[in-house]
């Protein structure tokens, strides 16, 4: 251990600023949670309510593991997973690179991403997949 965080962590007002600083890292995490939790329930009742029934996300990460975890609670079925990366799994569902989603039968397109969301607009647009079928969270 360094010594100074040794000594930041040993003193009372060390001590304090440190459980202070983690309560309010939790406190942000979970505000987090409930925020994102929010928008991808409403994106998810919008897009089965337009008469949607497959569903495709692109995007990976933590955002597309609570996608997936609440389309559960939807009649959707999930068809594909699409990243830039184009490899890998999420749930045991391989994911393709973007270039396959017209080759893929689905209905709606999440992007389950917060970051570049204009970039995968644009890439998705590039590759001629209509605008109304594109959904964000934001």
């Known amino acids: 251990i360094p010594p100074r965080r ?16 983690t309560m309010e890292y939790l406190k ?9 939790k929010t928008q991808i329930e409403e994106r998810l009742v919008e ?8 569903l495709v996300f692109y995007g990976t990460g933590d955002i597309c593991e ?7 609670e939807t009649g959707m079925t999930l068809t594909a997973i699409a990243d830039d ?12 690179p973007p270039e396959k989603l017209p ?7 999440l992007i389950t991403s917060l970051e570049d969301v204009d970039v995968k607009r644009q890439r998705l647009s590039e590759l001629g997949i209509e605008h109304e079928k594109i959904y964000t969270l934001q």
């Open 6 to 21: 040794l000594t930041y962590i040993i003193t009372p007002k060390g001590f304090m600023e440190k459980s202070r600083l």
């Open 28 to 36: 942000y995490s979970l505000d987090f949670y409930r925020s994102i």
């Open 47 to 54: 897009i089965e309510s337009a008469g949607s029934e497959t």
């Open 66 to 72: 609570l996608a997936c975890l609440f389309l559960g």
């Open 85 to 96: 990366t184009g490899t890998g799994s999420v749930f045991h569902m391989s994911i393709i």
């Open 103 to 109: 080759s893929v039968h689905w209905d709606a397109l």
